[in-house]
């Protein structure tokens, strides 16, 4: 049985990791707040853009006139990994780490085995868990999320957008968790680069529907690099979100095993304080019976 001061050491260092929990869990819940109301918003613009981004991409007799939506032979690949730059978010970054590491085994064997995948890590988690084990990282974003902003977005969109147009990669691909609630993250491997074009009903619609104003060229040359730009950019948004949610539900799980640890140590201390004073009882009460009968 533990003595009493060992007992009370454990009892104080769990109250303290208690509050410790508890605050964390607060200042999460705050950040929630904002960042989900920053992705509820950016959403349906974001989803419009896209829907608009793929009608126009579609509507194109030949896809070389979107350099962003060529098709070529997928020799070098680009994946964009989106974790956090700090830990304590419960499952939310080994999520994020584990399937990456499936997508490259099971789709991208063939290239990684050439050293063809190459990684852009937003988020420091995803920077040293691929470092250390030898994966080229070609460029990283470790403190983005301390001050999200579409400019910080931007740069590493531009990025990815300029290597994929000079050549040096063939495919992008970005895996993030995306919002659904405080509670539930779903986990997300979608394309970047190419565009994906549009189902072949939506791309006839198109044909028949756009009309392009001023013209074509100003079209490609503003407003489909700018959709790709947010379409990163709410990736962001939704991995901030997400990384919140799950902070929060995590602290707020750590702060509710620590109150029940407490209570199994405070019976613990009882039992032992009482098991203290049974035996000094006992000792007296032995001391003067053995001087009674001297």
């Known amino acids: 049985m533990p003595s009493l001061k060992e007992v009370r050491n454990r009892i104080q260092s769990v109250n303290s990791t208690q509050q410790i929990t508890k605050a964390m869990k607060m200042v999460a819940a705050a950040k929630l707040r904002r960042s989900q109301d920053a992705i509820t918003?950016?959403?349906?613009?974001a989803q419009r853009l896209s829907l608009l981004l793929q009608n126009?991409?579609?509507?194109?007799d030949d896809?070389?006139?979107n350099p962003y939506a060529v098709e070529r032979p997928v020799e070098k690949v680009l994946l964009v990994v989106v974790t956090s730059d700090r830990g304590l978010a419960g499952a939310f970054n080994s999520n994020v780490l584990k399937t990456t590491q499936n997508l490259i085994a099971e789709k991208y064997s063939r290239q990684a085995a050439s050293g063809n995948v190459h990684l852009l890590t937003?988020?420091?988690?995803?920077?040293d868990f691929f470092s250390r084990r030898n994966f080229t990282i070609n460029k990283e974003f470790t403190g983005t999320f301390s001050i999200l902003s579409f400019g910080a977005a931007r740069k590493a969109a531009e990025f990815a957008m300029?290597?994929?147009l000079n050549g040096t990669y063939d495919r992008v691909d970005i895996v993030y968790n995306e919002f659904k609630n405080v509670a539930t993250q779903i986990m997300r491997t979608e394309q970047f680069l190419p565009i994906e074009q549009a189902p072949a009903k939506q791309a006839k619609q198109a044909r028949t529907e756009y009309l392009y104003e001023?013209?074509?060229?100003?079209?490609?040359r503003e407003l489909i690099p700018k959709s790709?730009?947010?379409?990163?950019?709410?990736t962001l948004l939704e991995s901030n979100a997400s990384e919140n949610g799950a902070r929060?539900?995590?602290?707020?799980?750590?702060?509710?095993n620590a109150k029940e640890l407490l209570k199994e140590l405070r019976l613990v201390y009882n039992r032992t304080r009482q098991a203290a004073i049974t035996k000094e009882i006992l000792e007296i009460v032995g001391g003067a019976e053995a001087l009674s009968q001297a």
Do not use: C, H, N, W
């Not at 001023?214 to 490609?220: V, Y």
């Open 41 to 45: 918003q950016m959403r349906p613009y």
């Open 56 to 60: 126009i991409s579609a509507s194109l």
């Open 63 to 65: 896809t070389s006139d």
């Open 122 to 127: 937003i988020g420091k988690k995803g920077y």
């Open 162 to 164: 300029d290597a994929f």
């Open 214 to 220: 001023p013209s074509k060229e100003e079209i490609f």
């Open 228 to 234: 790709l730009k947010v379409q990163f950019y709410k």
């Open 248 to 256: 929060m539900m995590a602290m707020d799980k750590a702060t509710d």
